[in-house]
């Protein structure tokens, strides 16, 4: 309960006046006397005296009310003012609060006017060394850089000190390098993202590297108790350091000059924490290799092929194709105890069906060396090198030119297609197809008029072999490459769905077939035999 005293003053501060109202705000400041410590309430009352005029009253808001307070004020932007004439009067922590209050702003309205006296408040209270200043300058870089540089020198200038000379680009990563030097964590993150994403490697090093050290000795006790990756340690790493250890990894290869067991160390680290894509790099350290399977000049000693495998695998396991893939090249060198080609080649086709272009390249390869083993392993090879191809493979195109052919259309077919009539297409339905395939896809008239299309639609080509029927014919396959291709076979393969187009079905024999196409369209007929 509130003594005498004090009531006399709050009757005092309720009636208006100035000095009762500081008094009374300097009791809830502190507390003591029958009245609790209240700094919300010591605001409301110190803002009641500054609206009077009273500098003691902004003094003492700025040096003992700090933002969180202000925020839950019902105005917060209302005592902007205060803090502002504060930080004017020598306060630099009132200048803080004053920016924060500003820059965490909403009110469109209220930023436009005060933005530009937040920024250079700020620029000062970091010239001034407060490194809360430092970073929440470093973190508002929306503005141009060079409006960021002017005001940072006139900020230097109104403080009295001499601006450092730097130019414009520089100026954008001062507060962050200041806010590092004075101990912020998140400053230094900041500044480890920024050299990444310029690959400023002797930069990012110097500011990474201490950082994946501390990581290494700090957990080095719990690695020599783990087997298999911990859902634990990647929760106690979090993301952030993951990333950390495994660019710092990247960044010391990439450097050439660097400690191979440090490197391993932080791999190691990343890859314990659950982390696919440090398991990835593991592996392919490991087995001194980069993600193309190329031998890699990065590490010293000999590969460890089995451990390669043990991590490798996990990545794979976790969805990454350059693991299977790695995993692959590894299965297929001599000197790796458990060589094995079904293995290799059974990773290989991991990789290819997860997208991995260069393995379906050498799974396409492989599939069309062995095509003699299996009928149709050309058109899986045909699959494969087509999927390569799409994703920019020169060699998958290449190849693809010289094994299948491309859909181009056959001159005497669109000669046929022309003196077709339509009462003739309606009549003998299955001739006008096989017509108007041919003209699409270049097909030569014994292939026309023997195909068997529920055979030779393949989805991606079309595999064209009517050696059982006529014999002097050879197998090869016609690309399917666009979408009008795919729905006109397609809208064709309906007409034969369920229809026998051997020499037992409708159509009848080659004789049978030959005899009607010269007769209802003589003159492409002459046009073929010429050809």
Not at 179 to 208: C, H, R, Y
Not at 310 to 317: H, K, N, P, Q
């Amino acid at each position: 309960m509130a003594k005498r005293k004090d009531l006399a003053i709050i009757r005092s501060a309720r009636a208006g006046q100035a000095a009762a109202q500081i008094a009374l705000g300097k009791r809830y400041l502190c507390g003591g006397n029958g009245l609790p410590q209240s700094l919300s309430t010591a605001l409301h009352w110190l803002s009641r005296a500054a609206q009077q005029e009273e500098p003691e009253a902004w003094m003492l808001i700025g040096s003992h009310i700090p933002l969180e307070v202000a925020l839950d004020a019902g105005n917060p932007l209302e005592l902007c003012i205060w803090y502002e004439r504060a930080f004017e009067a020598g306060l630099m922590e009132a200048g803080l609060v004053f920016a924060r209050l500003v820059l965490t702003s909403r009110d469109p309205g209220m930023l436009q006017s005060l933005r530009g006296k937040a920024f250079k408040t700020l620029a000062s209270v970091a010239h001034a060394g407060v490194a809360e200043a430092q970073w929440l300058l470093a973190q508002h870089t929306d503005i141009a850089p060079g409006d960021l540089y002017e005001r940072t020198l006139a900020a230097a200038q109104a403080t009295g000190s001499q601006p450092e000379a730097m130019d414009e680009q520089e100026s954008t990563l001062e507060w962050p390098s200041r806010a590092t030097n004075a101990g912020v964590m998140q400053a230094k993150q900041s500044l480890v993202q920024i050299a990444w994403e310029k690959a400023d490697w002797p930069v990012f090093l110097e500011w990474a590297l201490p950082l994946a050290q501390a990581l290494s000795e700090q957990y080095a006790a719990t690695l020599t108790q783990l087997n298999v990756p911990s859902e634990m340690l990647a929760r106690q790493l979090g993301e952030e350091n993951l990333a950390l250890l495994i660019r710092t990894a990247q960044a010391l290869q990439d450097s050439r000059v660097f400690d191979p067991n440090e490197v391993q160390q932080f791999l190691e680290l990343a890859a314990y924490g659950d982390d696919k894509s440090a398991q990835l790099a593991l592996g392919l350290w490991y087995a001194r290799m980069d993600s193309s399977g190329r031998r890699s000049q990065a590490g010293s000693g000999f590969a460890n092929y089995k451990k390669a495998s043990r991590w490798l695998t996990m990545a794979g396991e976790a969805g990454l194709a350059d693991a299977w893939f790695a995993l692959s090249r590894i299965y297929l060198k001599s000197e790796f105890s458990q060589r094995n080609l079904v293995d290799m080649q059974r990773h290989l086709e991991r990789a290819a069906e997860m997208g991995h272009c260069a393995a379906q390249l050498e799974y396409g390869l492989s599939i069309w060396r062995n095509r003699r083993e299996t009928l149709t392993n050309d058109v899986r090879a045909v699959y494969w090198l087509q999927k390569a191809s799409a994703q920019g493979s020169s060699e998958a195109t290449d190849l693809l030119a010289k094994i299948a052919d491309s859909a181009q259309p056959a001159a005497w077919a669109k000669t046929a297609q022309q003196q077709l009539a339509r009462e003739q297409s309606k009549a003998h339905p299955f001739l006008a197809a096989r017509i108007e395939l041919a003209t699409l896809f270049g097909l030569s008239r014994p292939e026309a008029l023997l195909l068997d299309l529920n055979q030779a639609d393949c989805g991606h080509c079309l595999a064209v072999d009517i050696r059982s029927q006529y014999a002097r014919s050879k197998r090869r396959l016609i690309l399917i490459r666009t979408g009008d291709e795919r729905q006109a076979l397609s809208r064709i393969a309906r007409l034969f769905e369920d229809v026998d187009c051997g020499p037992n079905g409708p159509e009848g024999n080659y004789r049978q077939r030959l005899y009607r196409f010269k007769t209802i369209v003589p003159q492409a007929a002459q046009e073929a035999d010429l050809g």
